[in-house]
């Protein structure tokens, strides 16, 4: 069974950088053709895709954020993680990591999300 797990601190200050780690069992990130997603839901309102991380390495952000957003895997421990630059309060959400069948695909596995916080 594909299990997500998000993981980090969930308070930020402002203008310092949010990170997250994903880590997955059950399957390899590495697995043709697998894409692993990040996603958040502000407060009252609806989901918003930031950005994917291929199987092989490849990475796809949100226009609006890829700015200020990295994401990166870690192939020997299963996991990949995000990173999002000069975090304000609008950044408070809860965020998902997710798998995808593929790069064209909607995120169909989800982890239980974690609440982040950037105080005002």
């Known amino acids: 069974q594909v299990q997500l797990q998000e993981s980090g601190p969930g308070l930020v200050k402002p203008s310092q950088t949010l990170s997250l780690t994903c880590t997955v069992s059950g399957v390899s990130i590495i697995t043709s053709d697998y894409a692993w997603t990040w996603i958040r839901q502000p407060p009252g309102k609806g989901l918003e895709w930031m950005g994917v991380i291929a199987y092989d390495g490849s990475t796809y952000c949100s226009l609006s954020l890829k700015s200020r957003t990295s994401i990166s895997r870690d192939t020997s421990k299963n996991q990949f993680s995000l990173q999002l630059r000069s975090v304000t309060p609008g950044d408070t959400a809860v965020y998902y990591c997710?798998?995808?069948?593929?790069?064209?695909?909607?995120?169909?596995?989800w982890g239980q999300g974690t609440q982040v916080t950037v105080p005002s």
């Open positions: 997710g798998r995808a069948s593929n790069l064209m695909s909607s995120t169909s596995y």
